[in-house]
């Protein structure tokens, strides 16, 4: 069987750090390592990033950093003409590399999958397109302005405001895949489409939730594929017998990023009622982002900073799971988080939100615990209910890992994709087929 050549297309990129980066990187990891001559193209946001580099045997290649490095410091209506010629480089590098790949594969459902489904359309590749957001389902989004849960501190505060236009590498934390589309207008949403039908473009969605959410903006094309993140399980393990339990117990573990949608000002407050009660527990933030000086300062006026580490960013993340006994993910939306999954993966059962992902993932009352968005007293008394209970807590462990070993380890999650391109290609190629050779005609 001829293997196929894979481009991955991704807007941000490793050093830049979040969920959709770690999972291109290992998808593209595993594939080289089956055979698959797989690439990674992106943008380069910054200087210091190089224009092309090899990590860890996988190709990567960034493009339109004369448009996108410091493009902050422009207006903002040339920030945003700025992205859009950026993305209309991508396109022409994808129309450019066109012999070099057989499938392209896109990260996340954004206008520049119109002008890719355009280069796809007219090379005839086959196209992935992966939506990675499911969004705030119209709760707590935003655009300018957002506010930190004040719980009992003084909501009028001028260092609770959050500027929703907030980036970092590039990357604005807003809405949906889709949300940002439809905030484009109608007629982008209904081009964008039509171009993905024409393109016959497979859309993978990462939850349950997603594929209701392209139903909701009447999004359902003919070719729709639920095929969650995966985790390596190699990796991500559950702390070794000779690791402390007792040291373990009361450390409760959060992975991610410090910024609005990811809700550490929700768990603050959460744990600012968990301290009352339970004084001794530990809560270990491990992360960066763009509120932390924010958060630090939250944890201050609730007078919990003493039971709370800020790490900062970390590259041993199973090292830092292993310091506790279970995890939380305070997140006001998501898509398929990566921080669960791993965390599961380690053996810690979880308290999360009920957002995309974490609701497919997490059994309530089996493997883990779930609570509504913003729903501080709900985490505390989530969190309170396994720290005073270790036996159930290491019950919800055992089940989170075994969930993580059937259903979600990347090799299985691989062997689902590799099948995926197979078909696509076999498809384009019956296609090509079909078609009629062109007739010759010669004068008699």
């Keep these: 069987m001829t293997r196929s050549r894979i481009y991955i297309a991704i807007t941000t990129f490793l050093p830049a750090v979040g969920g959709a980066e770690k999972q291109a990187f290992a998808q593209a990891h595993n594939l080289r390592k089956r055979g698959y001559e797989t690439t990674i193209i992106t943008f380069r946001h910054q200087s210091a990033w190089p224009k092309s580099e090899v990590m860890e045997g996988v190709p990567v290649i960034r493009v339109a950093g004369k448009m996108l490095i410091d493009r902050w410091k422009l207006p903002r209506l040339m920030q945003k003409l700025a992205y859009l010629v950026a993305m209309l480089v991508m396109a022409w590098s994808l129309w450019r590399d066109r012999r070099r790949y057989d499938v392209l594969h896109v990260y996340q459902l954004t206008f520049l999958a119109v002008l890719i489904a355009l280069v796809c359309r007219l090379t005839g590749k086959p196209l992935i397109i992966a939506v990675r957001s499911a969004g705030s389902g119209g709760v707590t989004k935003f655009q300018n302005q957002a506010t930190l849960l004040a719980g009992p501190l003084d909501p009028t505060a001028p260092w609770l405001q ?9 990357r604005v934390y807003v809405a949906s895949d889709l949300e940002m589309l439809a905030r484009m207008g109608k007629p982008v949403l209904q081009l964008t489409r039509f171009l993905l039908q024409r393109a016959h473009a497979v859309i993978v969605v990462l939850s349950s939730r997603m594929k209701k959410s392209l139903a909701e903006y009447h999004f359902d094309l003919p070719d729709i594929q639920l095929i969650p993140n995966g985790v390596d399980v190699a990796r991500f393990q559950p702390a070794s ?4 339990l007792d040291e373990r117990a009361q450390v409760v573990v959060c992975i991610t990023g410090l910024r609005y949608e990811k809700g550490i000002d929700v768990l603050l407050q959460a744990w600012h009622l968990v301290h009352k009660q339970a004084p001794q527990a530990r809560l270990i933030i491990v992360g960066r982002g763009s509120l932390q000086n924010q958060l630090e300062s939250m944890a201050e006026a609730l007078g919990i900073a003493d039971s709370i580490k800020f790490t900062g960013l970390q590259n041993d993340i199973p090292a830092q799971l292993h310091q506790g006994s279970l995890a939380v993910l305070p997140s006001r939306w998501e ?12 053996g810690l059962p979880c308290v999360s939100t009920r957002v995309s ?11 883990g615990l779930l609570v509504e968005p913003e729903d501080y007293h709900g985490m505390a008394q989530a969190l309170l209910t396994l720290l005073r209970n270790p036996a159930l807590t290491e019950k919800y462990g055992r089940a989170a890992r075994e969930t ?6 990347l090799e299985q999650v691989m062997d689902r994709y590799v099948e ?10 019956r296609i090509a ?12």
């Design 162 to 170: 959050v500027d929703g236009r907030l980036q970092i590498n590039g």
């Design 241 to 244: 017998a000779g690791t402390s």
């Design 335 to 346: 898509g398929m988080p990566n921080a669960v999954m791993e965390a599961m993966a380690c």
């Design 357 to 367: 992902g974490s609701e497919d993932i997490i059994q309530h009352g089996v493997n």
């Design 404 to 409: 993580i070993e059937k259903d979600y380890s």
């Design 420 to 429: 995926l391109y197979q078909s696509v290609t076999d498809h384009r190629s």
């Design 433 to 444: 087929e079909d078609i009629p050779s062109p007739r010759v005609y010669q004068q008699s």
